[in-house]
């Protein structure tokens, strides 16, 4: 397994978010995390990508214990997380914003050789690359923000909420970049709320409710019911 999340529990203040939950993610895996608001999928991502510590269990990584580092060094061992809400930078161009991603060494040797990968997944990115990032559409914006996280060459990608606040067809669009990463060798988790577009692009799904894993499996071998039962906890 590239990742496995073993037994993880997590609290905010006196809160437990995360309920000994564990998940698995082979290499080359496109795998998603569902759930509704509140499930505990974004501190998930937290946890594996360090900005959250678990307070039991642990994140092995490619073999490796990373439940503790920083998460710079998270970042180093191959993992990227593209946040929920974009965060990109409004006032530098997506030219700017790209190259932010390629702050590693390794990254900075291969930029050209990786904007151009990039360019080609997101052509309108190569078009609008001199423009301010604010100017962007809401789709746009998160193309950039993939591809901001694309720049450091990761092996593993961590997706939160990319479709939210987005059109049906950009939504639509944005799935396919995802499939088309993924088949290209990248390691993918994606959480999200939509039921029916996750088991769709998933090699994998996990159901989570009240900071539990409520349901896993392959969407093929998952009913309609046993799918809504674990997603509202019923």
């Given amino acids: 397994m590239l990742v496995n999340l073993e037994n993880v529990s997590s609290k905010y203040g006196n809160v437990l978010a995360l309920r000994d939950i564990s998940i698995q993610v082979a290499e080359g ?24 510590r678990p307070r039991t269990g642990n994140v092995i990584f490619d073999g490796k214990d990373i439940s503790r580092i920083s998460p710079r060094e998270v970042i180093k061992r191959g993992v990227v997380h593209v946040l929920e809400g974009r965060q990109i930078f409004p006032l530098m161009t997506v030219l700017e ?10 990254a900075r040797q291969r930029k050209n050789e990786v904007l151009k990968r990039i360019y080609g997944l997101f052509p309108i990115l190569e078009e609008r690359k001199g423009q301010l990032s604010s100017t ?16 450091c060459e990761p092996r593993l990608i ?10 049906p067809l950009v939504i639509k669009n944005i799935y396919q970049q995802v499939k088309q990463i993924n088949s290209e060798g990248i390691t ?4 999200e709320q939509d039921i029916q577009r996750s088991l769709k692009a998933a090699h994998k799904v996990y159901i989570m409710q009240s900071g539990k894993i409520r349901l896993e499996g392959k969407p093929g071998d998952l009913s309609s019911e046993d799918i809504r039962k674990a997603y509202f906890g019923l």
Avoid: H, W
Avoid at 29 to 52: D, P
Avoid at 97 to 106: A, D, I, S
Avoid at 158 to 167: H, M, N, T, V, W
């Fill in 188 to 191: 993918a988790l994606l959480v």
């Fill in 29 to 52: 895996e496109l795998v998603t995390l569902i759930g509704a608001n509140g499930a505990g999928k974004s501190t998930t991502l937290k946890v594996i990508t360090g900005i959250v």
């Fill in 97 to 106: 914003n790209l190259e932010v991603g390629c702050y590693l060494p390794k």
């Fill in 136 to 151: 962007l559409s809401g789709g746009e914006q998160q193309m950039l923000a993939v591809g901001r996280a694309l720049m």
């Fill in 158 to 167: 961590l997706f939160d909420e990319i479709s939210l606040g987005l059109a």
